[in-house]
């Protein structure tokens, strides 16, 4: 990919400066698409004088898409929500940016869907990532798309979050405890987007559902996290009939399309190609989190270990 310029959609938030890296350190020049280039900033130190620039863009908007676009090689887009209006962002967004990168000619374009994407989900979340495919397809056939589980990394708004709780409260309610996930380590997602971004002969067209290698309930997660940081907690299952009336509740601590998309369990569909066929080894919960964890026990990097 040396000197190849890639233009990378919300290139500047948690999954995106790990893309950027991946992809400086194969040689290519990135140009990170922001609608808060604030938020970017980052990103410059992560590579060498020059390699990287930066464009305000808001895929809503497809003249501000096609203008970030231009004079690419390829093309990436990470941009996601979880809460507010998922058909802008998640389709008509994704549709900007497939019929742009068509437009522009570039060799290649990697789309960031989600495990769940399905137009029968009984989540708004569900449904309009599979729409954001449907569009990607029709208009970039040659597309790659890539469905990740939940993402977990130093700065993640999943393990950090769970573990924030778990160290501030004496009893930790568990929403949605018995629904399963396969989280995948932040690292390993770039480095398949990034293989896929360098290799469209070989991934595109294809879709990969990339997961790490160990399945968990949420529960599960929950006392996985509470053993790693020291903190011996309750682990309390929330009714499903109470978890309705909280999701119900202005700023409560789940939306109602959150709490559907719990209805279904977060893994790759059997015989999904994944991580492996991206040219990626999984990388194990237990291997990294620790680096990160650490400092929601309570003494911090003084503490000891917790055992395996």
Do not use: C
């Amino acid at each position: 990919m040396k000197d190849s310029l890639v233009t990378i959609f919300g290139g500047g938030g948690f999954l995106g400066r790990q893309v950027a890296q991946a992809l400086m350190a194969r040689g290519a020049r990135v140009r990170i698409a922001q609608r808060d280039l604030a938020s970017a900033v980052k990103v410059k130190s992560l590579g060498n004088l020059g390699q990287s620039q930066f464009v305000a863009a808001d895929i809503r908007k497809p003249e501000t898409v096609a203008r970030a676009i231009a004079g690419s090689d390829v093309v990436i887009n990470l941009v996601g929500i979880l809460a507010g209006d998922f058909e802008a962002f998640h389709h008509q967004g994704a549709a900007n940016v497939a019929r742009a990168a068509s437009a522009a000619g570039v060799k290649a374009l990697v789309h960031v869907s989600a495990i769940g994407a399905d137009a029968a989900s009984p989540s708004a979340y569900g449904r309009s990532k599979a729409a954001g495919e449907e569009a990607v397809r029709a208009a970039f056939p040659t597309a790659t798309i890539i469905r990740p589980s939940i993402i977990f990394g130093p700065e993640d708004q999943f393990l950090n979050r769970f573990a924030d709780i778990i160290r501030l409260a004496p009893v930790v309610p568990v929403i949605g405890a018995a629904t399963k996930f396969q989280p995948v380590y932040v690292a390993d997602v770039a480095q398949a987007i990034a293989n896929a971004a360098e290799q469209p002969v070989v991934h595109g067209g294809k879709t990969y559902e990339v997961a790490g290698p160990q399945v968990m309930s949420m529960k599960e997660i929950n006392a996985w996290i509470a053993k790693a940081i020291g903190r011996d907690r309750p682990l309390v299952e929330v009714p499903g009939g109470f978890a309705s009336l909280l999701a119900m509740l202005p700023g409560g601590p789940i939306t109602r399309d959150q709490l559907a998309m719990l209805g279904r369990d977060n893994v790759p569909a059997p015989g999904a190609p994944g991580l492996e066929a991206l040219g990626v080894a999984p990388t194990p919960l237990g291997a990294v989190a620790d680096k990160w964890m650490v400092r929601y026990r309570k003494h911090g990097r003084f503490a000891g270990r917790a055992k395996a």
